[in-house]
């Protein structure tokens, strides 16, 4: 019961995206079609889920034995980077066309603030290995979610007759903030 | 210092370990020809080479599905270097410029019905070839000003379309996006052009447009021996190859479908 | 069986109760080579010639073509481009009446069509010119000779006439009842088929009944009366109204063992063996609210619209619009020196007030059009996308499958020109297939001369 | 253009039946593509049908709310108006005034609003509505949310205190500056919360819920004049019945077996279906055409998702009022559902011929 609370947590209540406001810069850059969204949504949760576990197992097994905690940061970003370097290659191997579409912000969920956010969280809750596992999961679908359900709007957007200064990003962060505006009715959902 | 030292560089040397094992086994082959093609080029993504993008285009050149002089829109030089990329070599080619020979608004030429629907020639066209009364007339829908993607083309307020020459790159895609067929890719320095495209008799033509060409001949008959202005088919076609360059031809068409627009014309109708 | 989608039009049958009337001769007649889909004939007379009346203008040149005929006796005035109803000029042979109306000593005689073969009949047909009457003009003979690997097994007769304000399929049955059943006892001796089915709207038993009675013991035809509605007359949706069947999207009627005829053309494939006749009248509606007397109009193929208006006593100052077919897919015409040709099942003259002006507001996603589409598509959303020339998009929502009934623009509350969005897209989505085809063969080429290599 | 005579068989010129009236030129036709003739709707009538349904609901919440409900109305129709005009201004387009949609958001925003809002609340929301909700996107058509509720859950979390005062109904002669007191959802939801049950929480019956004589946005609380007005809706055909009975359906279901499972705790379905801004939202919110599917089936996944939701809110949220949440998230949702819910092209995969049909 914990866990699924914690899952619908991440997912609805505290979603990285639309309550934490994390990860904003694929959330825009992605957002374009809902085939590269979901794309970016398996890379993320890839990259979230076993980055965080193998962060949280260097940092408990290596960085707090040895009082190493202030190198918490570089050595996250380290491992983010390489398992984001994995993705790529695999990636451009297996789906060029994903891969192409994904563009710059394949490499870019290295700079994440959603990943390192996430695996930075999970040492300052002092989770457990599984709740941290469970947790770094959960909020990708929260961020897949969020990426997915904004996706499909931009898509109908693109056909909109939107005047002319409101194009593109402009207003794709209005659509956001709606979004967003529109996930706080599950404030108080758990807790 | 020596801990911290140790711990970073192991788990650097893992990661390294890792992604080179997976490199390995995720190997792809890219040809870095296709960057450099891609750097090369404008990346104005506009198209008119027919691929989608510059870099598809740069594709195209290195699998050798697209000469390396297809970008219409670069300069000369840009065409060698990205020959030269590929090892070929680009013949040199005149400089051009979108024409649209139709110079029908609404203020000259009839209409035969009360047109209603999309904003487009092209669907327009599909409604009895438009309602201009003349065949080959310009429905000003401006379906070549959609397409620019330089911002070349404008429509008159009489409703017929204009190039800007000055920010006209010749791709190309305004005459592929014409339902009727009204833009020619010209040469820059041509100062003389016929800007009408009506077939009809004289007297069809007159009455569908006042400043239609009659395929009177009085141009054609100015020269003596090799007229560099030929009527064919009641229309009279410049021959670009040996472009005439004499203001005073254009004084000759009794309907104004005959235009100079060198240097010695007003400013705003210049080509050069 | 009912489809799902279709809308209820205002119905307008009010010529229905006139009877077809013959339009007497008139001094010129323009007749389009082109009044058929497929590859227009070669024309056999040049300007100067001296025509009697069914003599052959053009002979077909391959399979999917036919002929046509002089509508009278006269002399060839010119054979040039003149004003076509498909809106562009097109090839057609301008006759000057003689006033003798004088036969043409070259006709097929008169036969049997129950001692005649398959293939004698659609040769006779071919010759005659017959082409489908319901307004898609395709070779009549085409579709009566099935491919042998399509099992042929059911002959639908349509007599849906779902368009509002016709009225001539209606009068023909009624009139004709005799006709149009020894008609298709003929058509259905060419394809060899002994089931056939009648499909007629509800809203004229009358004529259901004529043909019932007016059916020979030898032709084992059912008789259905189909719900009211529109686009029931679409062969697809009759099909599946009087059998069940499905055809698959890009097939035909054939695939699913139908094919489907007009009243009207079994009664010409009937004159065209019985009487040696070709195709060179038709019954024609002329009403709307903007001509001045209605009529049920038996009109020669190449009459010119002025000619048949003035007939009709004129149009009312106020017309507005001046359709050839009925109002959801008929064609604007601006011309008046368009012929009437064997495709033309109406003229329809609509007020300037009744005339409907697409505005082009946006589409407010009411959904109407997509319970509107008898082809289970989604217009509202081809339409945007056709909106902002996103036309390779348009292949993933099947716009191929548009049967451009005009449906969806019927009850769309913004008043969007849907089906010209969606004849532009049709064009736009085909040249981009064209392409790709054209790609791949040259890629399949490429790796071949490298494989060789 | 003159006309020809028809001639008869023998040669002679034969008059035509009656005097043609006018020769017709043809630059005088209109040509457009088929089809040629149209059903009649368009969208004033359809927003002058909804705003024809919304009287009764309309009324009622006059009835009970007094002058403070008319101001709030006349403020936010006003507001919206206003914010239309002046955003065609800024923007360069023709002002659509006159398709009534303007109107109707700001009528929808007003019935969302309590009776006792400051007016620069109902302004704002005005300002929002149009503004962010719709003329942003491109005007009506374009926008993703429906624009009177993006108002309401902008003001709900900017300015919780005000969108959460309710005026008690004291009937048309209830006063600007009349007592307050909670919904009837709001005191249940207090109740529970601080440990009580749901009986504690002393809400209305049924009766004052279907009549509308309880605290709450001023045109949400009539639950039977609002179901008049959607039944008439629906009659007209201007809505279709997959949303709203969905919707109820989702929201019964859920509370339903709640209430089952722990009756002290969970109010009874009726309550939920009746109480908040629920018939508004099923029946006028829920279905407006732009920011729902377009699709039945689509319709169907789309309402129950908003009883859904609006169920789990109540239940388990922070908020007593989940309706206009509910709807907001299902209408970012609206586009995938679309997607997933094409209906199938006739003759497609299911292929009912088969040889034995032939026989």
């Given at each position: 019961?914990?866990l699924?609370?914690?899952v619908?947590?991440?997912?609805?209540v505290?979603?990285?995206?639309?309550?934490?406001f994390?990860?904003?810069?694929?959330?825009?850059?992605v957002?374009?079609k809902l085939?590269?969204?979901l794309?970016?949504?398996a890379?993320?949760m890839?990259?979230m889920?076993l980055?965080s576990t193998?962060?949280w197992?260097v940092?408990?097994?290596?960085?707090?034995?040895?009082?190493?905690?202030?190198?918490q940061t570089?050595s996250?970003?380290?491992?983010?980077a390489a398992m984001?370097?994995?993705v790529?290659l695999?990636?451009?191997?297996?789906?060029?066309?994903?891969?192409?579409s994904?563009?710059?912000?394949?490499?870019l969920i290295?700079t994440?603030c959603?990943v390192?956010?996430?695996?930075?969280?999970?040492?300052m809750?002092e989770?457990?290995?599984l709740?941290t596992?469970?947790f770094?999961?959960?909020?990708?679908m929260?961020?897949?979610?969020a990426?997915?359900?904004?996706?499909?709007i931009?898509e109908?957007?693109?056909?909109?007759?939107?005047?002319r200064?409101?194009?593109?990003?402009a207003?794709?962060?209005v659509?956001?903030?709606?979004?967003?505006?529109s996930?706080m009715?599950?404030?108080?959902?758990?807790? | 210092?020596?801990v911290?030292?140790?711990?970073?560089?192991?788990?650097g040397?893992?990661?390294?370990?890792?992604l080179a094992?997976a490199?390995?086994?995720?190997?792809?082959?890219?040809?870095?020809?296709?960057?450099r093609?891609?750097?090369?080029?404008?990346?104005a993504?506009c198209?008119g080479?027919?691929?989608?993008?510059?870099?598809?285009?740069a594709g195209?050149v290195v699998r050798g599905?697209?000469k390396p002089?297809?970008?219409?829109v670069?300069?000369?030089?840009?065409r060698?270097?990205?020959?030269?990329?590929?090892?070929?070599t680009v013949q040199?080619?005149a400089?051009q410029?979108a024409l649209?020979?139709?110079?029908?608004?609404?203020?000259?030429?009839?209409?035969?019905?009360?047109?209603?629907?999309?904003?487009?020639?092209?669907?327009?066209?599909?409604?009895g070839?438009?309602?201009k009364?003349?065949s080959?007339?310009?429905?000003?829908?401006g379906?070549c000003?959609?397409?620019?993607?330089?911002?070349?083309?404008?429509m008159t307020?009489?409703?017929?379309?204009r190039?800007?020459p000055?920010?006209?790159t010749?791709?190309?895609l305004c005459?592929?996006?014409c339902p009727?067929?009204?833009i020619?890719?010209?040469?820059?320095?041509?100062?003389?052009?016929?800007?009408c495209?009506?077939h009809?008799?004289g007297?069809?033509?007159k009455k569908a447009c006042?400043?239609?060409?009659?395929?009177?001949?009085?141009?054609?008959?100015?020269?003596?021996?090799?007229?560099?202005?030929r009527?064919?088919?009641?229309?009279?076609?410049?021959?670009?190859?040996h472009a005439?360059d004499?203001?005073a031809l254009a004084?000759l068409?009794p309907?104004?479908?005959l235009?100079y627009?060198g240097?010695?014309a007003p400013?705003?109708?210049?080509?050069? | 069986m009912?489809f799902?989608?279709?809308?209820h039009?205002?119905?307008?049958?009010?010529t229905?109760?006139?009877?077809?009337e013959?339009m007497p001769l008139l001094?010129?007649?323009?007749v389009p080579?082109?009044?058929?889909?497929?590859?227009?004939g070669?024309v056999l007379?040049?300007k100067?010639?001296?025509?009697?009346?069914w003599?052959?203008?053009?002979e077909p040149?391959?399979?999917v073509?036919?002929?046509v005929?002089?509508?009278?006796?006269?002399?060839?005035?010119?054979?040039?481009?003149?004003?076509?109803?498909l809106?562009?000029p097109?090839?057609?042979?301008?006759?000057?009446?003689?006033?003798?109306?004088?036969?043409?000593?070259?006709l097929?005689?008169?036969?049997?069509?129950?001692?005649?073969?398959p293939?004698?009949?659609?040769?006779?047909?071919?010759?005659a010119?017959?082409v489908?009457?319901?307004?898609?003009?395709?070779?009549t003979?085409?579709?009566?000779?099935?491919p042998?690997?399509?099992k042929v097994?059911?002959?639908?007769?349509?007599?849906?006439?779902c368009?509002?304000y016709?009225?001539?399929?209606?009068?023909?049955?009624l009139?004709?009842?005799a006709?149009?059943?020894?008609?298709l006892?003929?058509?259905?001796r060419?394809?060899g088929?002994?089931?056939?089915c009648?499909g007629?709207?509800?809203?004229k038993p009358d004529?259901?009944?004529?043909?019932?009675?007016?059916?020979?013991a030898d032709?084992a035809a059912?008789?259905?009366?189909?719900e009211?509605k529109?686009?029931?007359?679409?062969e697809k949706?009759?099909?599946?109204?009087?059998?069940?069947r499905?055809v698959?999207?890009?097939?035909?009627?054939?695939?699913?063992?139908?094919?489907?005829?007009n009243v009207g053309?079994?009664?010409a494939?009937?004159?065209a063996?019985?009487d040696g006749?070709?195709?060179?009248?038709r019954v024609a509606?002329?009403t709307?609210?903007?001509?001045?007397?209605p009529?049920n109009?038996?009109?020669?193929?190449?009459?010119p619209?002025?000619?048949?208006?003035?007939?009709c006593?004129?149009?009312?100052?106020?017309?507005g619009k001046?359709?050839f077919?009925?109002?959801?897919?008929?064609?604007g015409?601006?011309d008046?020196?368009?012929p009437?040709i064997?495709?033309?099942?109406?003229v329809?003259?609509?007020?300037?007030?009744?005339?409907?002006l697409?505005?082009?507001?946006?589409?407010i996603r009411?959904?109407?059009?997509?319970d509107a589409?008898?082809?289970g598509l989604v217009p509202s959303a081809?339409?945007?996308?056709?909106?902002?020339f996103?036309f390779e998009e348009?292949?993933?929502w099947?716009?191929?499958?548009?049967?451009?009934c005009?449906?969806c623009?019927y009850v769309c509350?913004s008043?969007?020109p849907?089906v010209q969005?969606?004849?532009?897209?049709?064009?736009?989505w085909r040249?981009?297939?064209?392409e790709?085809?054209a790609?791949?063969d040259r890629?399949a080429k490429?790796?071949?001369?490298a494989?060789?290599? | 253009?003159?006309?020809?005579?028809?001639?008869g068989?023998?040669?002679?010129p034969?008059?035509?039946?009656?005097?043609?009236?006018?020769?017709?030129?043809?630059?005088?036709?209109?040509?457009?593509?088929?089809?040629h003739v149209?059903?009649?709707?368009?969208?004033?009538?359809?927003m002058?049908?909804?705003l024809?349904?919304l009287?009764?609901?309309?009324?009622a919440?006059?009835?009970?709310?007094?002058?403070?409900a008319l101001?709030?109305?006349?403020?936010?129709?006003?507001?919206?108006?206003?914010?239309e005009?002046?955003?065609?201004r800024?923007?360069?387009r023709p002002?659509?005034?006159?398709?009534y949609?303007?109107v109707?958001?700001?009528?929808?925003l007003?019935?969302?609003?309590?009776?006792?809002?400051?007016?620069?609340l109902?302004?704002?929301?005005?300002?929002?509505?149009?503004?962010?909700?719709k003329?942003v996107?491109?005007g009506?058509?374009y926008?993703?949310f429906?624009p009177?509720l993006v108002?309401?859950v902008f003001?709900?979390i900017?300015?919780?205190?005000?969108?959460t005062t309710w005026v008690?109904?004291?009937g048309?002669?209830?006063?600007l500056?009349?007592a307050?007191?909670?919904?009837p959802l709001g005191a249940?939801?207090?109740?529970v919360?601080l440990?009580?049950t749901?009986?504690?929480a002393?809400?209305p019956g049924?009766?004052?819920l279907?009549?509308?004589?309880?605290?709450?946005?001023?045109?949400e609380?009539?639950a039977?004049?609002l179901l008049l007005g959607?039944?008439w809706?629906?009659?007209?055909?201007v809505?279709r019945w997959?949303?709203?009975v969905a919707?109820?359906?989702a929201t019964a279901?859920?509370t339903?077996?709640a209430?089952?499972?722990d009756?002290?705790?969970?109010?009874?379905p009726?309550?939920h279906?009746?109480?908040?801004?629920l018939?508004l939202?099923a029946w006028f919110m829920?279905?407006?055409?732009?920011t729902?599917?377009v699709?039945?089936?689509?319709l169907?996944?789309f309402?129950?998702?908003?009883?859904?939701?609006t169920?789990v809110?109540?239940?388990?949220?922070?908020?007593p009022?989940?309706?206009?949440?509910?709807?907001?998230?299902m209408n970012?949702?609206?586009?995938?559902?679309d997607?997933w819910?094409?209906?199938?092209?006739?003759?497609?995969?299911?292929?009912?011929?088969?040889e034995?049909d032939?026989?």
């Open positions: 019961m914990e699924v609370l914690l619908l947590s991440a997912i609805l505290n979603n990285f995206v639309l309550s934490r994390l990860g904003i810069c694929p959330f825009l850059g957002s374009k085939s590269t969204a794309g970016m949504t890379a993320v890839f990259v889920t980055a193998v962060c197992l940092f408990h097994g290596l960085l707090r034995p040895y009082g190493l905690e202030y190198l570089i996250f970003i380290l491992i983010i984001v370097q994995l790529e695999a990636l451009q191997k297996l789906s060029p066309g994903l891969y192409r994904l563009g710059i912000y394949l490499p290295t994440n959603a390192l956010g996430c695996a930075v969280m999970n040492i809750n989770s457990s290995l709740v596992a469970v770094s999961l959960a909020a990708a929260g961020f897949g979610l990426l997915v359900l904004f996706s499909g931009r109908v957007l693109a056909l909109a007759d939107t005047p200064s409101f194009r593109g990003t207003i794709a962060l659509t956001a903030g709606t979004l967003s505006l996930f009715g599950f404030a108080g959902l758990v807790k | 210092m020596l911290p030292t140790v711990v970073l560089s192991g788990i040397l893992l990661a390294g370990l890792g094992l490199a390995r086994a995720f190997a792809v082959e890219t040809d870095p020809r296709q960057d093609i891609t750097e090369a080029l404008p990346g993504n198209g080479c027919g691929f989608a993008g510059c870099g598809d285009f195209a599905d697209a002089d297809g970008c219409p670069c300069d000369q030089e840009t060698r270097l990205v020959a030269s990329i590929v090892g070929q040199d080619r400089p410029v649209i020979l139709c110079q029908g608004g609404d203020d000259v030429a009839a209409k035969k019905y009360r047109y209603n629907g999309l904003a487009s020639c092209a669907s327009a066209a599909l409604l070839g438009g309602d009364a003349c080959a007339g310009c429905l000003g829908l379906d000003q959609r397409v620019c993607a330089f911002g070349a083309v404008e307020p009489s409703g017929v379309a190039i800007i000055a920010r006209c010749a791709c190309g005459v592929a996006a009727k067929d009204l020619k890719l010209v040469p820059v320095e041509a100062t003389i052009h016929v800007l495209s009506n009809d008799r007297p069809a033509a006042t400043v239609a060409c009659l395929g009177c001949k009085k141009c054609e008959k100015s020269f003596t021996g090799d007229p560099r202005i009527v064919a088919d009641f229309l009279a076609y410049i021959d670009y190859e005439p004499d203001p004084a068409c309907t104004g479908s235009v627009r240097d010695a400013a705003a109708e210049r080509t050069t | 009912k799902s989608g279709g809308v039009p205002a119905y307008h049958k009010d229905a109760g006139l009877q077809i013959a001094h010129r007649y323009v080579i082109a009044q058929h889909l497929g590859a227009p070669k007379v040049a100067g010639d001296r025509v009697a009346r003599q052959p203008l053009s040149v391959g399979f073509s036919v002929p005929h002089a509508p009278t006796s006269g002399t060839v005035k010119q054979v040039a481009a003149l004003p076509h109803p809106g562009r097109m090839l057609a042979v301008e006759i000057e009446s003689d006033g003798e109306d004088r036969p043409w000593e070259g097929a005689p008169p036969a049997d069509w129950r001692r005649l073969e293939a004698e009949l659609r040769r006779a047909i071919q010759a010119g017959v489908g009457m319901g307004g898609a003009t395709f070779p003979h085409v579709k009566l000779s099935p042998a690997e399509k097994d059911l002959l639908i007769l349509n007599g849906a006439e368009e509002p016709l009225t001539a399929d209606h009068r023909v049955m009139e004709q009842a006709e149009v059943m020894e008609g006892g003929l058509m259905m060419v394809l088929v002994t089931r056939a009648v007629i709207e509800s809203n004529a259901l009944e004529a043909l019932r009675r007016a059916c020979p032709v059912e008789f259905t009366l189909l009211t529109y686009p029931q007359g679409s949706h009759l099909i599946y109204a009087l059998s069940g499905r698959p999207p890009g097939g035909l009627p054939m695939d699913v063992g139908c094919v489907v005829q053309t079994a009664v494939c009937l004159e063996v019985r006749l070709p195709m060179t009248e509606t002329v709307g609210a903007a001509i001045n007397v009529h109009l038996r009109v020669r193929v190449g009459a619209l002025l000619d048949v208006l003035a007939h006593g004129g149009v009312t100052p106020d017309v001046v359709i077919g009925g109002p959801m897919m008929g064609i015409q601006f008046m020196d368009v009437l064997k495709g033309t099942s109406g329809l003259c609509l007020r300037d007030d009744e005339a409907v697409f505005e082009g507001g946006p589409c009411c959904g109407a059009c997509v589409c008898p082809m081809m339409g945007l996308i056709a909106e902002r996103r348009l292949g993933d099947h716009i191929l499958d548009c049967i451009e005009g449906s623009a509350p008043r969007r849907l969005h969606f004849k532009r897209g049709k064009a736009e040249d981009i297939l064209e790709r085809r790609k791949t890629d490429r790796a071949e001369t494989a060789t290599a | 253009m003159t006309l020809e005579s028809g001639t068989p023998d040669g002679a034969t008059e035509p039946a009656t005097p043609v009236a006018e020769p017709i030129t043809p630059r005088d036709l209109i040509v457009s593509a088929s089809p149209h059903a009649g709707q368009d969208v004033p009538w359809i002058r049908q909804v024809l349904a009287l009764p609901g309309l009324l919440g006059l009835w009970f709310f007094g002058l403070g101001r709030v109305l006349v403020l936010a129709v006003a507001g919206c108006l206003a914010c005009w002046a955003c065609a800024l923007v360069k002002a659509t005034l006159r398709d949609s303007a109707l958001t700001g009528v929808l007003a019935m969302n609003l309590p009776s006792g809002s400051p007016w620069w109902v302004l704002i929301g005005s300002a929002v509505a149009i503004g962010l909700g003329a996107y491109g009506l058509g926008n993703p429906n009177a108002a309401r003001l709900l900017s300015f919780p205190v005000q969108m008690v109904p004291q048309p002669g209830t006063a500056d009349a307050t007191g909670a919904t249940i939801k207090e109740a919360g440990g009580r749901v009986a504690d002393g809400a049924l009766r004052d279907l009549v509308g004589n309880v605290g709450g946005s001023f045109g609380v009539s039977l004049a959607g039944l809706l629906l009659w007209r055909g809505i997959q949303v709203p919707f109820m359906a279901l859920v339903g077996i209430h089952l499972a009756p002290a705790h969970y109010a009874s009726l309550v279906l009746l109480g908040g801004g018939m939202g829920a279905t407006d055409m732009v729902s599917p699709t039945r089936r689509g169907l996944i309402g129950a998702g908003c009883g859904l939701l169920a809110i109540r239940l388990w949220g922070g908020y009022e989940g309706v206009s949440f509910a709807i907001l998230l970012a949702a609206t586009p995938l559902i997607r819910t094409r209906p199938r092209v006739f003759g497609e995969a299911r292929k009912l011929y088969r034995a032939a026989a």
